[in-house]
């Protein structure tokens, strides 16, 4: 069973860092774009980066310049190191991830459980 889990949410104060972590686990042949979403309370969940296989990163305009996405491929892992954090981005934070299980014929989208970050003072 694939299963991705995330991990590094909590509370910090504005202006604060945190680093999220995802690993995949499971029967995996290969990965293709990993992504972080987000969703707070009452909002819809958002696109808030993407990585490509080849470490290609996309961002939205509104963590451009304050929010890295990176991906270690031997370890099935991707990363988000957020900086300059602002009371806006407290959300419960998903990782995303196409996967292609070892005996699959296509790559399906996985879902983390999500972490939550809350950025307060």
């Known amino acids: 069973q694939v299963q991705l889990v995330e991990s590094g949410g909590g509370l910090v104060q504005p202006g604060g860092s945190l680093r999220l972590s995802c690993a995949a686990s499971g029967s995996i042949r290969s990965i293709n774009n990993m992504g972080w979403y987000r969703q707070a309370p009452g909002k819809q969940r958002e696109l808030v980066a993407v990585?490509?296989?080849?470490?290609?990163?996309n961002y939205t305009d509104f963590v451009k310049g304050r929010f890295t996405i990176s991906r270690d491929n031997a370890k099935n892992t991707v990363y988000l190191q957020m900086n300059s954090l602002k009371p806006e981005d407290t959300a419960r934070y998903y990782c995303?991830?196409?996967?292609?299980?070892?005996?699959?014929?296509?790559?399906?989208?996985?879902w983390g459980q999500g972490t939550q970050v809350t950025v307060s003072s």
């Open positions: 990585i490509t296989s080849g470490g290609i990163p």
């Open positions: 995303n991830a196409g996967i292609l299980e070892r005996y699959g014929i296509r790559y399906i989208d996985r």
